[in-house]
């Protein structure tokens, strides 16, 4: 490998893994605001480019937290309902992303499921960020700094998994992530 000190961001901040995931949740609520702002001037190109954008952010924010986040939160506190309930979220939330992504940017009905999937999306990170987070927090049972860099690698990689050559999500690409990722 030759050098890798590129000026390109350094992505190499130590977050610890519930600032990741709070960063991923002010990025998406930026997302869907706007999409609403060009959904309301009709213009189907660019509303459609952040639909495809809001779905893989979530769809890789729900994986990593599916991965590797929830399962240590539910050693480190004792609250198995949380964690179901959070689960469940999340299987709703990729049911509507699936809709959204076979969908035609053109149906009314694909604003109307993106408005629901934002305002389920506003619920569960309500949940998380009041309740699940302190309380994994609190618990000072995990070692959130190096789950951070453990998040951050596997968003990059699973962005770059989903991001077509043109620099855009490959809407192809992320459907085939979520039919795998139902099946199981
Ligand atoms: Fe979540
Ligand atoms: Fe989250």
Not at 16 to 24: E, F, M
Not at 154 to 173: P, V, Y
Request: net charge negative.
């Amino acid at each position: 490998m030759a050098t890798t000190t590129s000026s390109s961001g350094s992505s190499a901040i130590k977050h610890d893994a519930i600032v990741v995931l709070k960063n991923d949740h002010a990025e998406v609520k930026k997302l869907f605001k706007q999409y609403e702002k060009l959904a309301d001037k009709d213009d189907i190109a660019g509303k459609t480019a952040i639909a495809n954008r809001i779905c893989a952010e979530l769809i890789i924010h729900t994986e990593i937290e599916e991965q590797v986040f929830y399962p240590a939160a539910r050693e480190a506190i004792d609250d198995d309902d949380l964690l179901n309930e959070a689960d469940v979220e999340h299987a709703s939330a990729k049911d509507l992303i699936i809709q959204i992504q076979s969908g035609d940017p053109k149906d009314p009905m694909y604003d109307a499921k993106v408005k629901v999937l934002s305002e389920y999306i506003e619920h569960h990170v309500e949940e998380e960020e009041t309740e699940m987070f302190p309380k994994v927090r609190e618990a000072k049972k995990l070692n959130l700094k190096k789950m951070g860099q453990e998040l951050t690698d596997r968003k990059a990689s699973m962005l770059a998994a989903l991001t077509g050559k043109d620099g855009e999500i490959d809407s192809k690409n992320l459907l085939i992530l979520l039919n795998q990722d139902t099946k199981h």
